[in-house]
């Protein structure tokens, strides 16, 4: 086994665009980069876009030796890192979803959201890629071109785009027979049903409403299993419903590179719920206007979506922390909202007493005395809350 090389095209952003993110597309088996055009033109050039081929197909070099699916993750990784590296964006289709998946599993720190078009975990059967394999050995690539159309396209299509079904299925002819090969041995191993759980990035999972090879109920179910894994069907559309519905794909595209801040902010905002409670959020937001819904976006988004719920420290831990700082800056206002919050967190009242006793050695008497005149009036309240309640 060993790590294929890549070759890919680079779409870059509109000038006006400050430090573009990165936005990767893998095509499908049988396909080329060329698979993403027509979506591409109806995208909003604010990100640099990276196209890979597969081993053997367009660009790339013919493969000499077997390859698994981790390590086409990997060749994906060391293609990033030639033009520039970092985060990015990673759209995917069939076996160019399944290669997202094993990117989310393999290398999470690098992606910053998932697209999984017409994919799944787990495609086909073992029984199923040994047949084709043994096709494409005896026959070649061109033998799959006559039974490719109804596993591809929905029933309409190449009466009403008869020029892109062309060009595609041409590709499919033109691939390398070995290349082909090993992505079809690649796809017979590559299981990850049981760990798709695991997958933090904000993910689109994507399906063809008439789609033979990954059927929609399939993927909704992969959906489903993903946390937070938002799930669309494409009506009108079969297994290429990126080609075939190239301006939904577009429109799903932008929504993939925008999930990362909705996601963090409906994470910040069950963060924020679950530390300060529904009572205080509730109140805060009713007193959002125009002029601080961006500022109370950029809280819920950053400081709980982002710190607050990272996994380094506990709830209990970030709560001692914020009061010491706290107590430190003489931020009352805000002391009395986290004396509440560590009390949620699990800290007693003696501890966080503790906590500013402690932070009075190194912040000063003052700022520890005010601090301890908020607590004692919080404890008050909540005294009186559990006699009225």
Known sequence: MTIPVLRCTIDPAA?????????????????????WQRALAGLEPTVRVLRFDLPGHGASP??????????????????????GGGRFHYAGVSLGGAIGIELALRHPQRLLSLGIFSSDAKIGTAEGWTGRVEQVRGQGTPSLVAATPSRWFAEDFIAREPAAAST?????????????????????????SADVAAIAAPTLVVSGESDPVTPPADLESLASRIPGARYVEVAGASHLAVLERSAEAAVLLHQLIT????????????????????????????????????????????????????????RRDRSIATLASLVTGSHENEI?????????????????AEVIMHTALYAGLPPANNAFGVARTVFAEIDGEDERG
Request: hydrophobic share 40%; with cysteine.
């Open 15 to 35: 000038p006006s665009v400050d430090s573009p993110r990165l936005l990767v597309l893998g095509p499908s088996l049988g396909t080329t980069s060329s698979l």
């Open 62 to 83: 013919v493969a000499t030796e077997p390859f698994t699916m981790a390590e086409l993750a990997d060749a994906v990784v060391r293609l990033v890192d030639t033009v």
């Open 168 to 192: 595609i299925l041409k590709e499919l002819s033109e691939t390398d027979d070995g290349s082909y090969v090993f992505c079809c041995e690649a796809l017979a191993t590559f299981d990850r």
């Open 259 to 314: 999930m990362p801040k909705s996601a963090l902010y409906e994470q910040g905002m069950r963060t924020r719920r679950a530390v300060l409670g529904d009572t205080h959020v509730d109140a805060a937001q009713a007193k959002i206007t125009p002029e601080t819904a961006d500022f109370q976006e950029f809280i819920t988004r950053y400081a709980w979506g982002e710190v607050w719920s990272r996994p380094g420290l506990s």
């Open 336 to 352: 009395a909202m986290h004396v509440r919050a560590a009390l949620t967190n699990g800290l007693t009242r003696a501890e966080i």
